[in-house]
């Protein structure tokens, strides 16, 4: 066809070349590489080259789920090929029970974003949300990078405003800088380019499903991440862990993260008056407390400072202008509220945190931070 130049093989293998350099394997891991990976591409790009990525690692137990592994831009098993919806991994989750798998990867139609699955302590199936699955990827490259003896003190990660806060806190365990970027993709990508050369990236993402592990591609990857992650249980399995041991004892260490989004839609003219008017009480009306919680800190993207309410000062935000305001709790929760740039409605994101012990139960923990965030949106009048 005019105008279409199909590449070789050898643009692939270049491709493979460089995220087989982002390997951070443990002596003597291949013996532990025999965990069984179910995965699917949901339709897409990822049918080939991700199972092909992962047998180059060293994973020879993959098994794709055989529907979805057939390219279709009418996604015919599903409603939508979205692997933050739960409908869409539902092939893949049963394949896995069958399969008795250890973990499901799940790549968008694009692939460049992933999904992950695992299994608890009872075998049960656990599907990871974007922002406990960048901990545990953050978690990784930090340790592995100590261990290795690459960190020096000029090294640094990224993730979105809205994304988890303990991955910073990670961050900070290592003495690794962790820099915040406006949400979108691009804004991690402007990040690394304005420290190239002088600060090393070692990995980043935000809380929908992106994670990018290395600075020699310039968006979120599920390829390389998919590798990063299988190799992870592998080095978990291989220090008698399981990926839910490793999450629940960050958790144990540094408290217990959940997360929320709640979106009103406001159509109209009239909507987006409504929507400012939601953003200007806010921004000149702020809460002092939450569920019992005072506010110790509001940031506000639009006029560019930082209002810490413990000691009355203000700082200045180093990040270009955007209408998000946020407010810190004492206890470490983060409430985010922006208007969406192409859809008319107001984004409320939530993530609150809850002290955690290790043998406390994880079910009941989870129930907890779900009605925390219940009430604070109870609080908000969402």
């Known amino acids: 066809m005019d105008g279409i130049t199909i590449l070789s093989d050898d643009f692939d293998n270049i491709y493979f070349e460089k995220i087989k ?30 199972p092909q990525a992962l047998n180059l690692f060293g994973f020879k137990d993959v098994i794709s789920e055989p529907q979805q592994s057939i390219p279709d ?27 008795n798998a250890d973990i499901l990867l799940a790549t968008d139609p694009d692939a460049d974003r992933e999904a992950l699955t695992i299994r608890d302590n009872n075998g049960n199936l656990m599907l990871l949300n974007g922002n406990q699955t960048a901990t545990l990827i953050s978690y990784y490259l930090l340790c592995r990078w100590q261990e290795l003896g690459k960190l020096t003190g000029k090294e640094f ?4 405003i809205v994304s988890s806060e303990l991955i910073k806190v990670l961050a900070d365990k290592y003495n690794v800088k962790c820099y915040d970027v406006l949400t979108g993709f691009k804004w991690i990508a402007d990040k690394i380019l304005e420290k190239e050369g002088k ?17 020699f591609v310039r968006d979120k990857d599920s390829v390389s991440t998919c590798c990063i992650i299988a190799e992870m249980c592998a080095w978990a399995k291989m220090h008698n862990k399981t990926i839910y041991d490793i999450l629940l004892e960050l958790y144990a260490e540094f408290g217990y993260y959940q997360e929320g989004l ?26 002092t407390t939450l569920i019992g919680q005072k506010i110790v800190k509001i940031n506000d993207y639009e006029l560019q400072i930082s209002k810490d309410l413990t000691n009355n000062t203000t700082n200045k935000l180093d990040l270009p202008q955007s209408n998000v305001l946020q407010f810190f709790l004492e206890d470490g929760s983060k409430i985010s509220v922006r208007p969406s740039g192409t859809e008319p409605k107001i984004k409320f994101y939530f993530g609150v945190r809850s002290e955690f012990k290790k043998g406390d139960d994880f079910k009941a923990l989870l129930e907890k931070s779900e009605q925390k965030i219940e009430d604070i949106k109870k609080e908000l009048n969402l």
Do not use: C, W
């Open 157 to 160: 990660i990224i993730k979105t």
């Open 21 to 50: 350099t982002l390997s951070l394997a443990e002596e003597g891991l291949e013996k532990y590489k025999d965990i069984k990976i179910v995965y699917t591409p949901l339709h897409g790009t990822g049918f080939r080259i991700v």
């Open 73 to 99: 831009g009418n996604f015919p098993t599903t409603v939508s090929p979205n692997p933050e919806e739960k409908a869409a991994l539902d092939l893949g989750l049963k394949l896995m029970e069958k399969e």
């Open 262 to 287: 709640v979106s009103v839609v406001r159509k109209g003219k009239t909507g987006a008056e409504e929507i400012q008017a939601m953003m200007d009480m806010f921004r000149n009306n702020p809460p």
């Open 199 to 215: 600060e090393q990236y070692i990995g980043g993402g935000e809380e929908s499903y992106g994670y990018l592990i290395g600075d």
